[in-house]
């Protein structure tokens, strides 16, 4: 998928709500396990870089390097100003 749908993706994704916004508590990067990504829903390869990010709302994501990247940008208070 490239930057832009992906950077699409994400946007539908916050209006629905289906992947949320909010101030991170703590964010841990590492290797990938296996997991699915909170945004393009695709694995996390052990050769992939895996960030966690978990929210003070209580919800944890689980991104792509890249998919963070984008999720970041995308949650910026100015994006919805």
């Excluded at 964010?27 to 909170?38: I, K, Q």
Aim: with cysteine; glycine share 8%; charged share 35%.
């Amino acid at each position: 998928m490239d930057t832009n749908a992906e950077r699409a993706r994400i946007r539908a994704m916050l209006e629905t709500g289906e992947l949320p916004c909010g101030d991170a508590e703590r964010t841990l990067g590492g290797r990938g396990l296996g997991r699915r990504c909170s945004a393009c829903r695709e694995e996390i390869s052990v050769d992939d870089l895996e960030f966690k990010v978990d929210l003070a709302s209580g919800h944890a994501l689980r991104l792509h390097r890249r998919c963070y990247q984008l999720w970041l940008e995308e949650c910026e208070p100015s994006k919805s100003a």
